[in-house]
Nanobody, 116 residues
Framework: QVQLVESGGGLVQAGGSLRLSCVVS???????MAWYRQAPEKERELVAD???????NYAESVKGRFSISRDNARNTVYLQMNSLKPEDTAVYYC???????????WGQGTQVTVSS
């Protein structure tokens, strides 16, 4: 059974930092890993992704503030979020692709709230 377990969300003041973690189990070979977010009444959007070899991609709104990384030995992906803004408030979801079938798997989401 595939599981993605996220942690690290919470309440922070504007300008602060948070680090999200997501541990994946049940996938033999994990491909691209990513973080998405969904704010109230908005569509889910890609925040950042990282390939198995470490190539990264970021949404324009988070470039220079957020950093995605992964530890393949621990099947874990991280999202370091600095200089947080109120508009970063959302539920953040971890995503992982099965590197063989390309099937997508999702975590349960973790709330990030940035107060002004």
């Amino acid at each position: 059974q595939v599981q993605l377990v996220e942690s690290g969300g919470g309440l922070v003041q504007a300008g602060g930092s948070l680090r999200l973690s997501c541990v994946v189990s049940g996938i033999f070979r994990i491909g691209t890993m990513a973080w998405y977010r969904q704010a109230p009444e908005k569509e889910r959007e890609l925040v950042a992704d990282i390939s198995r070899s470490g190539g990264t991609n970021y949404a324009e709104s988070v470039k220079g503030r957020f950093s995605i990384s992964r530890d393949n030995a621990r099947n874990t992906v991280y999202l370091q979020m600095n200089s947080l803004k109120p508009e970063d408030t959302a539920v953040y979801y971890c995503n992982a692709k099965n590197g063989i079938t390309q099937r997508d798997y999702w975590g349960q989401g973790t709330q990030v709230t940035v107060s002004s």
